[in-house]
Nanobody, 121 residues
């Protein structure tokens, strides 16, 4: 079992920045593929960014050039640096982990509780 806890959400104005963190604990031995998802009210959960075992990354078109995913394996922590935030980025943000790289498919086995990001215009 792996436990994931997100932090770093908040309210910012359009154009602002936030850095989300996702701390993993429990059975963190070996590699997990990680991803960030978000879900706005009334919308489906969507993949935002993902990172592989070799550090390769993938981003949704809507966040390319603005968001950066990274991880500190020594600290078992995943990050999402979000710059140039827009009102349409407003959502609950979740981190996810699995031994299988699901990319942006929400089949990841482990999920955090989410952290709210609100961007005002």
């Amino acid at each position: 079992q792996v436990q994931l806890v997100e932090s770093g959400g908040g309210s910012v104005q359009s154009g602002g920045s936030l850095r989300l963190s996702c701390a993993a604990s429990g059975n963190t031995y070996g590699h997990y593929y990680m991803a960030w998802f978000r879900q706005a009210p009334g919308k489906e959960r969507e993949g935002v960014a993902t990172i592989g075992s070799d550090g390769s990354t993938g981003y949704a078109d809507s966040v390319k050039g603005r968001f950066t995913i990274s991880q500190d394996t020594a600290k078992n922590t995943l990050y999402l640096q979000m710059n140039s935030l827009k009102p349409e980025d407003t959502a609950m943000y979740y981190c996810a982990a699995d031994r299988v790289w699901w990319w942006f498919n929400p089949k990841y086995n482990y999920w955090g509780q989410g952290t709210q990001v609100t961007v005002s215009s």
